[in-house]
Each structure stands twice: as structure tokens, then as C-alpha cells.
């Protein structure tokens, strides 16, 4: 191949060759007459020096042999042929050819030092924009989100690092070049991709092949590192599971032995010997108290493990709320007649879409919590208003407030409140489950000192129309 | 025995210190409750009780920390309520000084029978050179075993064992208590000890080595040498 090329430069290195010859001898005829022939003979080492460094040793010496021809044909006597009178004039060729010799040599040493420099900074260039597209494509792989999201997100900062490379990367199963593209195969562990460099990118096959291996490396890590940190945070998931099954475990057979254990003594000292009438009357209320908390827990228990299910089925009916909402007090009431339950609530309310029987279960448990944590002294009020396309029955007590740190708590269950020991501590959950089977949504109000007030909300739905 | 004898009852459950205080009434002892840590502790120093029943979760902290403050004065008896059903409390309670623990839901029998082993063992406590249960009596002094009348011998880590057991009669003491104070408080992780010395003691001193009668297990928590019952 260089041969060939060198052959094909052969007219324009013979007519070089020639023409800076016939520019050596024309200065040195112009010179003759102020300096010795045999000294004007350096002028044509600049013609050699000349080809030299355009074309090479071989060029430079053929130019120097036709240089000495030439200067003796024209110039040493006998002129006009090719043959020397002067012996001096043969040693001082002689020197000429050797010194158009060295200087070919040197010359062309040169030139092929600045072709080797130059093929490594370009070969230092191609290296250049391999390693930049890696670090790019690394840094984005390694910290941005997902490789699979990564890699289709048009204008991302992977696509972006790759496409300022005239590069396309993606994963795919086949290969999808667009026209003109040259296609690389990654091979990657578990997956197919494809880098397509794009027709004018300036990337020969053998830098594609080059980078194509590390770039699957990358791509292989940054899979990997997305699984690993899958599988953390799905052994993460499990291992809270656990922990808030074990509390709720603990939670629950704690207070199933506390009402227990409060029969079986009752139970043992109705027994245990003579009682007053006081004594006995007590122990008998104990017993009965007991017995109800115990079938309420169960209760609650059963209802959260159907939420907890997802099983919690409501049939949704039209619910008139302030039938529910007196209804709901009315059952507080019975069981705390000391403590007062105002009802705002009117009776033209529209009606909504939910379970009655359930949403009678959400507010007597929530005017039951009202009436637990606030002094008997001030009233717990239901409320009811119709805004924003929702219609919201709020309940608000005016105890102490739910401290900031527990408010994100409250629904969880088994968590209580520092006064209210004696409940299940499912009451809230009990209720959000119920309330969110419902297609509503129960939020949650409290200002430390000055009370709490928990609002249940509900679409606003088109009425039924009036029976005729 | 239970002549007078004050119990303090301490439990937030107001249901179970009504049934308790019935229970412990008709059983002949004098009855106080507190409902907290601090009103124990209160009620602890005000008029020092002959025991104390301690339930082991408190609104305002742990029964184990009434152990440990009532232990830096008192050696009372404290039998401790669980309702944890975690064995790890109860062994932090009885490590932190309680003699004994009842399960809750228990029965009033159960609790008392409890009751009165714990304040037979503080009466005789400091007086007795041998201690006597079932057939089998340990001479502290003379270091002998006898079953029967007649002696045994035991290794000197058995009979240092077997001591222990002796000197807390009745009460359940921890793996950890008896490691300590026979191997040495290096040792007190190495249960699998206590297993190998314990079958040979049995093997030596009751009737029937594989249904203990004196010298019993609680699973997981210790030992206790009792009459047989």
C-alpha cells in the first residue's frame, strides 16, 4: 500500500525534483562570476535538502546524484560533458554527494519523526475522546437513576455524554441501526445492547471495538448495582415487616393477658374466702368490664386483620351522616354519660356514597378518642360542613393535643396516647382502614394545649332523586 | 406464715390490684398498691413492706428498675408479673434482684403459693447452717449432702453449685447468677456448664433423676431447688 502510493507521487516528485534543480543551477550560473563553481555547489544541497524533507531519503538522493550530474555537466570543466579534467574537481563531487547523502538522511529522519508525532497525537486525540466518553458515561451510570430509564431518556446526561460522542447506546435484544450507522455488539452478562456510531462521528471500527468492551463492563456494574440495591431494599421491607409484626405480636398478647389476668383474679378472689357485699359487687364489675374489653379487642383485632387483608368488603349505600354521626354519639354517651357530645351537624347534609354500618364504627371510635382525651368539663363537638366537592364531618375535643413526634403515629397500631391506657390501641387504625375502604380520607388536626380534631372527608357525589 | 406479713402490689391496672387485693386479703396478709415506679419506690421507703408484687411494665418505666433501686437497700422478696411473655425481661428482672415471677393470666393460687415460699426463705434466711428440702439436707458448714441420712459425694463444683441453690431456696436463680458466683463472672455465658453439673447433682441427690423433684429447670431462665411438691 505505501508503495503504491510512493509510485503514484512519482511524477510529482520528479517534476519537484527537476524544478528545484533547475532553480539550483539558475542561481548558481547567476553566481558563477563572484564565487568558485565547486563552492557554489551547496546551493544545491538546498534543492536536496528541499525534496528531502517533502519526499524522503530516496527522493533526496536520486535529487543529489542529478544534482552532481547537473553541476557537472554544466559547470566543471569540460562543460557540456560528463566527464572531469580536474582531479581536485572529482574529490570536490565526491564530497558533494556524500554531504547530499548525510543531508538526505538527516532530512528524512526528521520527516519521519514529525509523521510519527503525528500519527500519536492523533492516536493520543482518538484515546482522549475513548476515555472522556467512559468517565462520562460511568459518572451518569453510577449515580444517576436506573440503566434501562437511563439509557431512553432522550436529553439525559448519559444519552447526552454518548450522543456528544456521535454515539448511540441501547438496550435492546436486536440491533436497530439508523441509516448509515456502524453497529458494535456489547456483551454484556445478562443482557443485549448495541453502540451505533453515527456515520460522520470520525470513529474508526478498530476505537469502536476498543471502547465497546469497557462501555459493557459499565453497563454490566451499573445492572448490577441497581439488583443489589433492589435486594436491599426489598430485605429491608421484610426485615420491618417483621419488626412491626413482632411489636404487633408483643402489643397484642400483652393486652390480652391484662384483661385476662384481671378475670382470673377477680375470678380468685370471689373464692378466696369471705367477702363483703362491697367486695363482691366490685369483683362482679370487674369481671363484667373485663369480659367486654376482652370480646371488644377481638373484635378490633379481627376488623384490623380484614384490613390488614384488604378485606374489609364495605357496601357502599347512601349514607345520611347525621343519622350516623347521633347514632354514633348516642353509643358514646351510653357508655360516658359524665362527658358531653355536641352535634353540629345538619340535617339537610347531602348524602354520601359509604358503608353506613362502618362509618358508624369510624365515628363512635373517634368520639370515643375526643371523649378519652379531653376533661370531662369540655364538650367534644361533631361538626359538618360541604366545600371543595367534599362534604367533611369533623370531630374535635379540647384536651392537650397530639405532640408533632406522635402525630405521624396515631394510626399505627397498638400506639397510644399517654391517657387513654384502657382502649385497644385500634381504634384509629381501625378507623382509617374503614374510612379508606370508603373512598374517603380521614386527616388529622391538633395544636398542643389547645385540642384535636380529626376530619373525615367524602366526595361529593350527584343526589338521589326524592322519592315521588 | 403469712400472719400480717405486708405485700406492696404494684400494677397500673386498676381491674387486676382490685381482684389482687381481695386475693391477698382473704390470704392473710396486709395489702398497699401503687400504680407507678415513682409511687412504688414511695410507698417501698415510706413503710417497708415483708415483699413486694411487681408487675413488670410500668407507665412510667420498667419493673426492673424498681428491682434495681429497691435492691440497693432492701433484700425484701419480690415476686415479679409478667406479662411480657418474654423471657429475656424475666431474666433481667431476676438478675436485677427479683426472687421469683408468676405469668400473667395466673391463677390467685399460684401467685400466693409463690408468696409464701419467697417470705419462708427471707424468715430463714441467715439463721440456718443446713438447709433441709424433701430427703436431701446440705450441710453449708461441714460441707456434706446427705440423702436419706446417708452421705454423697459430691465434686467441689457440685457441692458449690448445689450451695448456691441451697442458700437461695426456693427462689428461681438465673444461669447467669450461678455461673457467677461458682465459675466466676468470665464465665457467665457458658450454659451448657450448668447442664452437665446439674444431671450429675440429680443423678446424686433425687429419687428419680429424670422427673426432678427437688432441683428443677425453668426453661431458659435457671434453676431452683424447692420441697418436693
Given at each position: 500500500m505505501a508503495r503504491k502510493g510512493r509510485l503514484r507521487e512519482l511524477p510529482l516528485v520528479s517534476l519537484e525534483a527537476v524544478a528545484a534543480i533547475g532553480v539550483a543551477t539558475g542561481t548558481v550560473a547567476l553566481l558563477e562570476g563572484v564565487a568558485p563553481v565547486t563552492g557554489l555547489g551547496v546551493v544545491y544541497l538546498l534543492a536536496v535538502l528541499l525534496v528531502a524533507s517533502r519526499h524522503g531519503e530516496i527522493a533526496a538522493l536520486a535529487t543529489a546524484v542529478a544534482s552532481v550530474l547537473t553541476l557537472n555537466f554544466f559547470f566543471i570543466e569540460p562543460r557540456h560533458h560528463l566527464t572531469i579534467s580536474d582531479s581536485r574537481n572529482v574529490a570536490a563531487l565526491g564530497v558533494f554527494l556524500i554531504a547530499g547523502m548525510v543531508v538526505s538522511r538527516l532530512a528524512a529522519a526528521v520527516r519521519q519523526r514529525a509523521g510519527e508525532s503525528e500519527l500519536r497525537a492523533h492516536e493520543a486525540a482518538a484515546r482522549e475522546r475513548e476515555s472522556s466518553l467512559l468517565a462520562a458515561v460511568a459518572s451518569s451510570l453510577l449515580s444517576e437513576g436506573p440503566v434501562e430509564a437511563q439509557l431512553s431518556t432522550p436529553g439525559g446526561r448519559l444519552t447526552d455524554a454518548v450522543s456528544r460522542a456521535g454515539l448511540r447506546l441501547e438496550l435492546a435484544p436486536t440491533p436497530a441501526p439508523h441509516e448509515g450507522e456502524e453497529t458494535v455488539p456489547l456483551q454484556l452478562r445478562s443482557r443485549r445492547a448495541w453502540l451505533y456510531a453515527m456515520?460522520?462521528?470520525?470513529?474508526?471500527r478498530e476505537e469502536l471495538d476498543r471502547v465497546a468492551e469497557p462501555l459493557a463492563h459499565l453497563v454490566d456494574v451499573a445492572i448490577d448495582r441497581e439488583e443489589v440495591a433492589e435486594h436491599t431494599a426489598e430485605a429491608e421491607a421484610a426485615r420491618r415487616a417483621d419488626v412491626a409484626k413482632t411489636a404487633v405480636l408483643h402489643a397484642i398478647s400483652h393486652d390480652l393477658r391484662s384483661p385476662l389476668t384481671a378475670i382470673t383474679t377477680a375470678t380468685g378472689a370471689l373464692s378466696s374466702g369471705p367477702l363483703s357485699e362491697d367486695d363482691r359487687r366490685e369483683l362482679l364489675s370487674v369481671l363484667r368490664s373485663e369480659s367486654t374489653r376482652l370480646a371488644r379487642l377481638v373484635d378490633d383485632l379481627l376488623d384490623l386483620s380484614r384490613i390488614e387483608a384488604g378485606a374489609v368488603n364495605p357496601r357502599p349505600d347512601w349514607c345520611d351522616l347525621h343519622d350516623t354521626v347521633a347514632s354514633a354519639a348516642e353509643h358514646v354517651r351510653r357508655e360516658h354519660p359524665e362527658h358531653q357530645v355536641e352535634l353540629l351537624v345538619s340535617a339537610d347534609l347531602p348524602l354520601v356514597r359509604a358503608d353506613p354500618a362502618q362509618m358508624e364504627r369510624v365515628f363512635s371510635n373517634l368520639i370515643e378518642n375526643a371523649v378519652k382525651f379531653s376533661p370531662e368539663d369540655r364538650p367534644v363537638r361533631v361538626s359538618a360542613s360541604v366545600a371543595g366537592e367534599r362534604v367533611t364531618v369533623r370531630v374535635t375535643d379540647e384536651g392537650r393535643g397530639i405532640p408533632p413526634t406522635a402525630r405521624s403515629h396515631v394510626?399505627?397500631?397498638?400506639?397510644?396516647?399517654?391517657?387513654?391506657?384502657?382502649?385497644?390501641?385500634l381504634g384509629l387504625t381501625i378507623s382509617k382502614g374503614f374510612v379508606e375502604a370508603n373512598g374517603a380520607r380521614i386527616q388529622l388536626d391538633s395544636r398542643p394545649g389547645a385540642g384535636t380534631s380529626f376530619a373525615v372527608s367524602f366526595p361529593l357525589v350527584p343526589q338521589p332523586a326524592a322519592p315521588a | 406464715m403469712s400472719n400480717g406479713a405486708r405485700v406492696l402490689v404494684v400494677d397500673d391496672e386498676p381491674q387486676i390490684l382490685r381482684g389482687l387485693r381481695v386475693v391477698l386479703r382473704n390470704a392473710g396478709y396486709q395489702v398497699d398498691v401503687a400504680a407507678t415506679k415513682a409511687e412504688a419506690l414511695d410507698a417501698a421507703a415510706a413503710r417497708p413492706p415483708d415483699a413486694m408484687v411487681l408487675d413488670l411494665v410500668l407507665p412510667d418505666g420498667s419493673g426492673v428498675e424498681v428491682c434495681r433501686e429497691v435492691r440497693r437497700w432492701s433484700g425484701l422478696p419480690i415476686i415479679v408479673l409478667s406479662a411480657v411473655g418474654d423471657v429475656r425481661e424475666k431474666v433481667k428482672a431476676l438478675d436485677a434482684g427479683a426472687d421469683d415471677y408468676v405469668t400473667k393470666p395466673f391463677g390467685s393460687e399460684e401467685l400466693t403459693a409463690r408468696l409464701r415460699a419467697v417470705l419462708r426463705r427471707a424468715a430463714d434466711?441467715?439463721?440456718?447452717a443446713a438447709v433441709t428440702v424433701g430427703d436431701l439436707t446440705i450441710d453449708l458448714a461441714a460441707r456434706r449432702v446427705l440423702v436419706r441420712g446417708e452421705e454423697v459425694h459430691l465434686t467441689p463444683i457440685e457441692f458449690d453449685l448445689l450451695r448456691v441453690l441451697a442458700v437461695h431456696r426456693g427462689k428461681l436463680v438465673t444461669h447467669r447468677q450461678l455461673l457467677h458466683e461458682?465459675?466466676?463472672?468470665?464465665?457467665?455465658?457458658?450454659t451448657h456448664y450448668l447442664r452437665v453439673h446439674v444431671a450429675h447433682i440429680r443423678a446424686k441427690v433425687e429419687a428419680d433423676a429424670s422427673r426432678p423433684q427437688l432441683l428443677v429447670t425453668d426453661p431458659g431462665v435457671g434453676y431452683r431447688l424447692q420441697d418436693p411438691s
Open positions: 456515520p460522520d462521528s470520525g470513529w474508526h394510626f399505627e397500631p397498638f400506639f397510644r396516647g399517654r391517657a387513654g391506657g384502657a382502649g385497644s390501641g | 434466711a441467715d439463721t440456718e461458682v465459675w466466676g463472672p468470665q464465665y457467665t455465658d457458658e
